[in-house]
């Protein structure tokens, strides 16, 4: 799949790489950095989940927000990217994180980027280097570009999401779609009308991704010719849908940034339990 790169080939032309570290937890939000302070793949930078790749949560718009536009352009520059740097991204072994920079990229129309396949779990079990050492980048004057095409607002989603020609889905697991546990929020369920594809189904147990053709049976009730909202709790997992899809020839594929912590933010908007 043209989104992964596998460990032994970033190994080769390492050099080539900006590389990107995103490990994070969110029950312990401070983890990622001092994970990577501990021992990166060499040459790393560090983003930072709720620094680098999230605003700060205000009322309405979700416990993840995009993170500002200029803040954002701003790490990318300083860190040296340009339209001809070949991006790295890894996670500790499951890519949610990477996903989530991944689709910023795409979002802001960075060409050349590919996330770690296992992640830096799989690096280490292979033997690969690993270091402290943290180097600075040079930076770049680079301007970025969005892509709006890829976002929904909760406004396009009240409207749209009962269209016969649209599917809005929901990344979390069965579990918390039925609202029969929620670590996180003070509602439980799913926004109306959502399908469940759980993120997880995408990895095969060692975190790394499955193959195009069982991939293809994980999403085979999603149309390829009709417009797909991707949702989760607040748009991270929801962008391990979106480089599944993408892999499988999905074109008209949108996030809706906000997700159910969104959703729920409004209290007159319902919420569901039932399957879909």
Not at 208 to 237: P, Q, R
Request: charged content about 25%.
């Amino acid at each position: 799949m043209s989104f992964l790169i596998e460990p032994e080939t970033l190994l080769e032309s390492i050099d080539d790489y900006t590389i990107i570290d995103t490990r994070f937890e969110l029950m312990d939000q401070t983890k990622g950095q001092q994970l990577y302070e501990s021992s990166h793949i060499p040459g790393a930078v560090y983003f930072d989940l709720n620094k680098d790749l999230s605003s700060v949560p205000k009322k309405h718009g979700g416990n993840h927000p995009l993170p500002d536009e200029t803040t954002f352009t701003d790490k990318l520059r300083s860190i040296g990217i340009t339209p001809e740097t070949k991006v790295v991204i890894y996670d500790q072994g499951n890519a949610m994180f990477a996903a989530r920079l991944y689709w910023l990229l795409d979002h802001y129309q960075h060409p050349t980027v590919r996330v770690l396949n296992g992640g830096f779990d799989r690096w280490k079990a292979l033997g690969y280097p690993v270091t402290s050492v943290v180097k600075r980048k040079p930076m770049s004057s680079t301007p970025f570009v969005r892509n709006d095409e890829l976002i929904v607002d909760i406004d396009y989603v009240i409207e749209h999401k009962d269209d016969f020609n649209i599917t809005l889905t929901d990344a979390r697991s069965l579990e918390r779609y039925l609202g029969q546990t929620e670590p996180l929020y003070h509602k439980k369920g799913h926004i109306p009308g959502a399908k469940c594809f759980d993120w997880q189904q995408v990895l095969n147990s060692d975190g790394t991704f499955k193959s195009t053709a069982e991939l293809e049976e994980v999403f085979k009730d999603l149309n390829k010719d009709e417009e797909i909202i991707l949702s989760c709790g607040s748009g991270v997992s929801a962008c391990m849908n979106y480089l599944a899809l993408k892999s499988l020839g999905y074109k008209n594929v949108k996030l809706y940034p906000g997700s159910f912590s969104d959703w729920i933010s409004h209290p007159e908007l319902p919420v569901e339990t039932n399957q879909e």
